[in-house]
């Protein structure tokens, strides 16, 4: 498959980058396309290291990874992502975009943040062109731990999404990654629970003197 990480230069995208570059053609993006091709040379050279193949992995702008690809991974902050995608809607039509955004604020505590249409993945929807399928996942999953390819992440993904197809295309995403498990969260509406559940995990790890908490289901 091909893959385009927006904001892939970042914490969370640097995880994906390096799980999946084994089997699918990653693109790594950025607003700035230097930004992107230095951030994949790094990401090359550590799976080059780690002793681990790449089949295709390279940096360009948003704009020109999103063009031609099967998959789209929004990993670029809530307070961006409109703004974004309102300046890349020429070159959306019919891809998987997978949205692991989670509006959220600080005051006291971590606190959920959602948009008045109740989470981030329908907003997210609502920008996008009607053609392109929005799946919901990945929230949880700590980018520290992601970025780290010796670290088996024994977790669970919740996925939401309104293209069944689609939706089984992220969970078959998720299953390559060692150890994680895809579960099925039913349509985008109930994106809400998993993206609500971001901040209640930051606040738990800092109560408990924890870190990069996770979540599975038993
Ligand atoms: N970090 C985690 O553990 C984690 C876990 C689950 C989900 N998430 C979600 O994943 C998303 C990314 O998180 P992150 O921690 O990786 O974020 P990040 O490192 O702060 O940012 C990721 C990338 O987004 C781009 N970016 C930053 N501000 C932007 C803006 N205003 N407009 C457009 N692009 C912007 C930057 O890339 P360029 O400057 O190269 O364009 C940056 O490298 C967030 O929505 C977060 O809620 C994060």
């Known amino acids: 498959m091909k893959i385009a990480i927006l904001g892939g230069t970042g914490s969370i995208g640097e995880g994906f980058a390096l799980r999946w570059a084994e089997k699918h053609e990653i693109m790594v993006c950025s607003r700035e396309a230097d930004k992107a091709v230095k951030a ?15 089949s295709s992995l390279g940096g360009c702008s948003n704009e020109t990874g999103i063009k031609d690809v099967d998959v789209v991974v929004l990993s670029v902050p809530y307070n961006g992502v409109i703004t974004l995608l309102k300046s890349l809607l020429t070159d959306f039509n019919d891809q998987i ?12 505590w971590f606190e959920y943040s959602p948009p008045e249409q109740g989470c981030a993945a329908l907003e997210i929807q609502d920008v996008l062109p009607k053609t392109v399928k929005v799946v919901s996942a990945y929230h949880n999953i700590s980018a520290k731990k992601l970025a780290n390819p010796d670290i088996e992440l024994n977790y669970d993904v919740v996925v939401c999404g309104d293209d069944e197809a689609a939706k089984q295309k992220v969970m078959e995403l998720t299953r390559e990654i060692k150890s994680l ?30 870190s990069d908490l996770g979540v599975k289901f038993s």
């Open 40 to 54: 994949a040379d790094e990401y090359k050279d550590r799976l080059t290291n780690k002793g681990l193949s790449c």
């Open 181 to 210: 498990r895809p579960l099925d969260g039913g349509g985008l509406e109930s994106s809400y629970m998993i993206e609500s559940m971001t901040p209640f995990l930051i606040n738990l790890a800092i109560r408990n003197k924890l």
């Open 97 to 108: 975009v997978i949205s692991l955004v989670v509006p959220m604020k600080k005051n006291k």
